[in-house]
């Protein structure tokens, strides 16, 4: 077996940690002994215990009180607890031990097989619990990969827009510059090329517009509340729906980078469901950089959402609400959906001080 668990087996007495052990053996799991509750404490902090086995009737601490302590500890919130008892035997103590996180009790004399089945299965509810974590960590990373990937493709086409197409247009245009000033040019021929040069120019701008949809360079050069002001008006000028921009502090400073285009996609996104579903007149946007942490809030005065939308439920949210919720979460923030009354608010939160939780899951990865 490739990726077996750790079984805490614990009592004060050798005889019984070896019976355990025997019977235990051939699940091909790693078993460790604790002959104290002070040294189970240790054993649990120094491996990941899938299944802790122990003896209610132990000296100095009893099996009851241990348990206690287990649960304190974050953790080990989830870690299954069976207790062996030849004394505690009356349903107020199975009781007893139940509300003290126990996952099952058994009385002693102890029939192997039984034992071995109750310590397997929750053995193997660990392991797929394990696997899964390391799954969904991997799913994460692999997300954040291609969101990354996704925004240095958006910056690569907005500058081969703008350096490609926008500076043939322009050279195109240059070049009609040149023939309209040929005095050779018939009247008929001036006319079309007054045309041709409207539209070139309708060209460079909607090419100008496209680039810096995808990736704006003043959000590189200049910081997020300068490209949020830029687009807020182009937002509005599109749509017809008025907005504001508040930030605190007003000069708003420079944040890293990734942080800026998180919550410039943010916005985006949040608008452009406004704009698809709302039937808003007005939407808000706030920034505000405190101490710790950076909170955006976008709020319209639309028909709002479902119930079912604002507490995220599968299902009903589309995947650029999901897109949003990944990227907050990928840089430890949290993305929750409010009622307005009227409206919705869309509020994230991310913090400056903490690791993000994709480093950890790298750091967990390695």
């Not at 052990?21 to 649990?44: F, P, Y």
């Not at 493709?153 to 195109?172: F, M, N, S, V, Y």
């Not at 990928?330 to 959906?337: C, K, M, T």
Request: charged letters at 25%; a negative charge; hydrophobic letters at 40%.
């Amino acid at each position: 077996m490739t990726d077996r668990v750790n079984i805490l087996m614990v009592d004060d007495q050798p005889s019984k940690l070896l019976a355990y052990e025997a019977i235990l053996a051939e699940l091909g799991e790693n078993l460790i002994k604790a002959n104290s509750a002070r040294d189970a404490l240790d054993q649990l902090l120094r491996n990941d215990v899938a299944v802790v086995l122990m003896d209610v009737s132990m000296p100095e601490m009893d099996g009851f009180e241990l348990a206690d302590t287990i649960r304190q500890h974050p953790r080990f919130q989830k870690t299954a607890i069976i207790f062996v008892s030849a004394v505690h035997l009356t349903d107020l103590d199975k009781l007893k031990g139940y509300s003290r996180g126990a996952v099952d009790y058994i009385s002693v004399p102890v029939v192997p097989e039984l034992l071995r089945a109750k310590v397997s299965v929750f053995a193997e509810l660990h392991r797929k619990a394990r696997q899964t974590e390391v799954l969904n960590l991997e799913l994460r990373r692999l997300s954040s990969i291609l969101m990354t990937t996704q925004d240095d493709e958006r910056r690569r086409i907005a500058r081969d827009l703008h350096d490609g197409l926008g500076q043939d247009l322009t050279a195109a245009k240059i070049m009609l510059e040149g023939i309209l000033r040929d005095s050779k040019v018939l009247e008929s021929n001036k006319q079309a090329a007054e045309e041709l040069r409207g539209l070139i120019d309708r060209m460079i701008q909607e090419v100008r517009n496209i680039s810096h949809l995808l990736h704006p360079p003043m959000l590189d050069e200049i910081g997020l509340s300068f490209a949020l002001a830029w687009y807020l008006d182009g937002f509005t000028k599109r749509s017809g729906i008025a907005t504001s921009l508040d930030t605190t502090p007003t000069e708003f400073p420079r944040l890293p980078s990734e942080l800026e285009t998180a919550m410039f996609r943010v916005v985006q996104e949040a608008l452009t469901n406004i704009f698809r579903h709302a039937e808003a007149h007005h939407a808000s946007v706030q920034l505000s950089k405190r101490e710790c942490e950076v909170v955006l809030r976008v709020r319209d005065d639309g028909k709002g959402v479902s119930d079912a939308t604002v507490g995220l439920r599968p299902g009903s949210v589309g995947v650029g609400i999901a897109g949003m919720k990944q990227r907050v979460k990928e840089l430890g923030g949290d993305l929750r959906l409010r009622h307005g009354e009227p409206g919705t608010i869309v509020e994230v939160t991310i913090p400056l001080q903490t690791t993000p939780n994709l480093q950890q899951a790298r750091t967990i990865m390695a």
